[in-house]
Nanobody
Framework: QVELVESGGGLVQAGGSLRLSCAASGSIGGINVMGWYRQPPGKQRELVAGLTSVGRTNYADSVKGRFIISRNNAKNTVYLQMNSLKPEDTAVYYC??????????WGQGTQVTVSS
């Protein structure tokens, strides 16, 4: 079992920045991909950014050039630096990890609200 604890959400004005953190603990062996999803109000959950164990990244088109995903392997932590935030970035952000044999785990979610 992998436990994920997220932090860093909050309220920010448009154009501002926030950094989300997600610390993994428990049976963390075999984690291949760490990433972030978000669920805007009334919408489905969507991928924001992902980072593989070999450093490959992918981003949703809507956040390319504004968000940066990174990982500290020593701390088993993944980060999402969010810059130039827009009101449409408002959502609950979820940390997600996947192990190489298929297990997937989710964090509890952290609210990000961007005011105009």
């Amino acid at each position: 079992q992998v436990e994920l604890v997220e932090s860093g959400g909050g309220l920010v004005q448009a154009g501002g920045s926030l950094r989300l953190s997600c610390a993994a603990s428990g049976s963390i062996g075999g984690i291949n991909v760490m990433g972030w999803y978000r669920q805007p109000p009334g919408k489905q959950r969507e991928l924001v950014a992902g980072l593989t164990s070999v450093g490959r990244t992918n981003y949703a088109d809507s956040v390319k050039g504004r968000f940066i995903i990174s990982r500290n392997n020593a701390k088993n932590t993944v980060y999402l630096q969010m810059n130039s935030l827009k009101p449409e970035d408002t959502a609950v952000y979820y940390c997600n990890v996947a192990r190489s044999w298929g297990d997937v785990y989710w964090g509890q979610g952290t609210q990000v609200t961007v005011s105009s």
